[in-house]
């Protein structure tokens, strides 16, 4: 599996911007799916994900209610829509995927094999 992350960028605080992760291969319901994020300094931490055979997202305490994820499998892609923006929410944002994952291991990062190269989101205070 590949995983090819886009549409980072310089947003203002309060603004909005959507990443998208696209898989190469067959990913649609064999793969959990999740964004991860790393700021500079900063350990590499969990934002969202989707299991596998599953709508049903989660997120992390620091985004509910400001992030939404989502997944197309048809288009083999998985989307970060992120809403109200805040300068602390810089960081490279990474796509990872696995077919391996059950909740309870979601939210570590060692538990995903395939990770895409990220995009750098940068929030202006």
């Known amino acids: 599996v590949q995983l090819q992350a886009s549409g980072g960028g310089l947003e203002q605080a309060g603004g909005s911007l959507r990443l998208s992760c696209a898989a190469s291969?067959?990913?649609?319901?064999?793969?959990?799916m999740a964004w991860f994020r790393q700021a500079p300094g900063k350990e590499r931490e969990f934002v969202a994900g989707i299991l596998r055979r599953s709508s049903v997202p989660t997120y992390a305490d620091s985004v509910k209610g400001r992030f939404t994820t989502s997944r197309d499998n048809a288009k083999n892609t998985m989307y970060l829509r992120m809403n109200n923006l805040k300068p602390e929410d810089t960081a490279v944002y990474y796509c990872a995927a696995d077919g391996g994952i059950i909740l309870s291991s979601m939210k570590r990062s060692r538990s995903w094999g395939y990770w895409g190269q990220g995009t750098l989101v940068t929030v202006s205070s």
């Open positions: 291969g067959r990913t649609s319901n064999t793969y959990s």
